[in-house]
């Protein structure tokens, strides 16, 4: 009895060490986002969420994103956050290593401007203008925009 409850205990704590929070594969025109429900379109805007269980949650934008995680903040809080490199296509950025940018001259899917880049990255000449923001600003950006309840 006690060789399998140790065995079982070993198993649960060797399982949980393989849980990744990595980010996982979009898959363009396939993937749904989880706020919207749009399906995944452009990769220039993409982010994901990754629960501490590794369980991976898609978004076609930023501003979804931002907007799950203010009306989720207990289980955005136990999550890591990506969002996608808007010049290198299939590139992730940690959320923490990101700068996130609000120019009117960019078209996101949502429709509030905003991709990122990491933070080490200068802007390409040909945006022009861009706010750069950090992710509790965002956050409170869409909540304004979109005028968000919890």
Request: hydrophobic share 40%; with cysteine.
């Amino acid at each position: 009895m006690k060789k399998s409850i140790v065995l079982s205990t070993l198993l649960i704590l060797l399982l949980t060490a393989c849980i990744s929070q990595d980010p996982k594969e979009v898959h363009l025109h396939t993937d749904e986002c989880v706020y919207c429900k749009m399906v995944v379109s452009d990769m220039q805007f993409a982010s994901q969420m990754v629960s501490d269980k590794g369980k991976s949650y898609t978004f076609d934008s930023i501003e979804c994103m931002a907007a799950y995680h203010y009306q989720n903040p207990d289980h955005a809080g136990k999550s890591k956050m990506y969002v996608s490199d808007y010049t290198r296509q299939k590139q992730w950025i940690l959320i923490d290593n990101a700068n996130i940018y609000h120019a009117e001259t960019i078209q996101s899917p949502m429709g509030l401007s905003l991709f990122a880049m990491p933070g080490h990255v200068p802007l390409p000449s040909d945006i022009g203008d861009a706010e750069l923001m950090n992710w509790n600003v965002t956050v409170n950006y869409v909540v304004d925009k979109w005028d968000l309840q919890r």
